[in-house]
């Protein structure tokens, strides 16, 4: 009966279960990342204020807080040289 793979495959499409993407900053080890507190200064020198940061599942450097305009921002940074990979401004 096909009913039920079709079912099982419909419920996982629906649910994202291991299906969602998320944002991918690099793959470089660690080692080669940037000082995270070095990193969070750096960002406050150039106007960010920082309520969040985050180390996230997709080796990025994510945080949540206000640009130098003052609109609430969520950037994702390489970790590697600091690059904007993605970012929403609110």
């Known amino acids: 009966m096909k009913i039920i ?5 419909s419920t996982l ?14 793959d470089a080890p ?6 995270q507190d070095a ?3 750096q960002l406050v020198q150039q106007g960010y204020q920082i ?7 997709g080796s990025c450097y994510e945080i949540y807080g206000q ?6 921002v969520e950037i994702y940074f390489n970790p590697v ?10």
């Open 81 to 90: 040289d600091g690059e904007i990979v993605k970012q929403e401004i609110n």
């Open 13 to 26: 499409i629906l649910s994202g279960c291991g299906m969602r993407a998320g944002t991918q900053c690099t």
């Open 67 to 72: 640009n130098k305009e003052g609109q609430n």
């Open 39 to 41: 990193f969070q200064q």
């Open 5 to 9: 793979p079709l079912l099982a495959l």
């Open 30 to 35: 660690q080692s080669e990342w940037m000082d």
């Open 51 to 57: 309520n969040e940061f985050v180390v996230t599942d």
